[in-house]
Structures are given as structure tokens and as C-alpha cells.
């Protein structure tokens, strides 16, 4: 081996270890450099001001800044679902957690972690029933199923608006974008095929409400459904925020789920003595 290999194999050495180190976590999503911050290639400093909040939530999940028509239907989802007052369990829980004395970030992260399958997740599943009638699957007998089974078809009827007021402008601005060619609008087809069959035989129709709507823009939006339940956790949690800071803000030490003059029920046994041989 010649003088000047040795010198190449003593330079190249090092840097293929280094690699092997840095490649270790290595992300399509942010390069880091002295200086230099880039979003999927875009330098951050030409991104700050021209790109909105949900456009640039588009870039980082997707790693292409959507279209506008896409940027508007992203945007109309994720204002929407933002809130649903404090008897919402996330919602409470944070509020409680504030009451606390804990951290703002703590309380956030409170009610964000109560947003599971039961409470935040209709819209995944949602999507997931939406997939099944848009590779083919008839709206009536996926609706005859979970009348068998008993349980509600995520997504649709509400326990306390007869008529979700999301879902006119959300399913208004999605009929937008099919018009436009943005949106191919078979997520929509098979959401109201749902609807409609969940009507049949009913003298009050079973609307789609939050989650359905939202579900419809993702799916049109090629979201995957766990992703369409993380950009819904995104949402929420700016409603978690508000909330949190709100009471935080208001100085009460122990919030619990009721007035401090009432006490939770009770149904277990009865007083009693412990027995004097014990």
C-alpha cells in the first residue's frame, strides 16, 4: 500500500465510524447545522412568515407543503375541533391538574393523555369504517353490523347537539374542494352513504358529527388513520391550553369534579365496627 493510501484509509476510517453514529437517529424530517435549521429541506428562515401553522404541520407529516386547497381543508379541520368545553373528560383533567399547582406543560400533558380510544378516537375509527366503504364495502350492511354488535358507528349522532353545527361548513368547504379537483370525494360519498343509512327506519336521523366530518377531510387528504387521531390531538390541545391556563389563572387550589360542599356518593357496605378480637 502506497504513502498516500495509508493517509486515505487513516482520513476515511474515522469519518465511516462517525456515520455510523450520526446515521444512528438519522431523520428526513430536520437537518441541524451550525447556522442553518432546515424543514424537510426548506431553511426555516424562509419558511417563518409565508407558510401558515397548518401548512407547515402539512410539511413536517408529509414532508411537501400541500396546495392551497389543501392547506385551506387541513386548517378548517383542525379550527374545528379545538374545543368542546370543560365537561369534555380531556378537558376537565387538565383543569384539575392546574388546580394542582403543577407546571402549565404538566397540565397539558394531563389532558392530552386522556385522549384514547374512547374519549378522541371516534375519528380514527372512523376513517377506518370510511376505508372499509370506499374499497367497496355497502354503507348499509357496515351499519347493519354494528346495530348487531350494539354499538354506535363512530362518528355519527352526538349525546348532546342534535345536529353537530361543525359538520354543515366542514362538509360545505370538502364539497369545495371536489368541485375544484383538490379532493377526489369518495371519503365524502361514503360518509353520507352512512348517514343516510343509519336514517333508514328512523324518524330522527343520526348525523355526522366532529369526528365524522374531520374523519372525511383527513381521508380525502391521504392522512392515514392514526395519523388522522394524532392531527385531532393537535387540535384539542390548543382547547387543553386555554382551559388549563384559564383556571391557572384564576388562583383555585383542588378543583375536584364537584363544589367543595358536595361530597361523591357512596354505595359500598354500611358503617361497622371492627370486631374486638382483631
Known amino acids: 500500500m502506497s504513502e498516500r493510501e495509508d493517509r486515505e484509509e487513516a482520513v476515511s476510517e474515522p469519518m465511516i465510524e462517525e456515520r455510523r453514529v450520526t446515521d444512528w437517529w438519522s431523520t428526513a424530517v430536520t437537518e441541524i447545522q451550525p447556522g442553518r435549521i432546515a424543514l424537510r429541506g426548506y431553511p426555516v428562515e424562509r419558511l417563518i412568515g409565508r407558510v401558515t401553522f397548518a401548512e407547515q404541520i402539512w410539511l413536517m407529516l408529509r414532508g411537501e407543503l400541500p396546495t392551497p386547497a389543501q392547506g385551506r381543508l387541513l386548517e378548517a379541520a383542525l379550527v374545528a375541533a379545538v374545543d368542546h368545553g370543560p365537561q369534555a373528560p380531556s378537558i ?23 385522549l384514547g380510544d374512547v374519549h378522541g378516537g ?30 354506535y358507528v363512530p362518528g355519527f349522532g352526538h349525546r348532546f347537539h342534535p345536529r353537530d353545527p361543525r359538520r354543515d361548513p366542514l362538509l360545505a368547504l370538502v364539497r369545495e374542494a371536489v368541485d375544484e379537483g383538490a379532493v377526489a370525494g369518495r371519503a365524502l360519498a361514503a360518509g353520507l352513504a352512512i348517514e343516510a343509512a343509519l336514517a333508514e327506519g328512523r324518524s330522527r336521523p343520526v348525523p355526522m358529527n366532529i369526528d365524522g366530518a374531520t374523519a372525511i377531510i383527513y381521508a380525502e387528504l391521504g392522512f392515514p388513520p392514526e395519523l388522522g387521531r394524532g392531527l385531532f390531538v393537535l387540535s384539542r390541545s390548543v382547547g387543553i391550553l386555554a382551559h388549563a391556563w384559564e383556571e391557572k389563572e384564576g388562583g383555585a387550589r383542588i378543583k375536584g369534579p364537584l363544589p367543595r360542599p358536595l361530597l361523591a356518593g357512596y354505595h359500598g357496605a354500611p358503617a361497622r365496627e371492627l370486631p374486638d378480637d382483631r
Open 92 to 114: 376537565a383533567a387538565a383543569r384539575m391538574a392546574a388546580t394542582c399547582g403543577v407546571g402549565l406543560n404538566s397540565a397539558v400533558a394531563t389532558g392530552v393523555g386522556l
Open 122 to 151: 371516534a375519528g380514527q375509527q372512523c376513517m377506518e369504517v370510511l376505508a372499509r366503504v370506499v374499497d367497496g364495502a355497502d354503507a348499509g350492511a357496515v351499519v347493519a353490523e354494528f346495530r348487531e354488535r350494539r354499538a
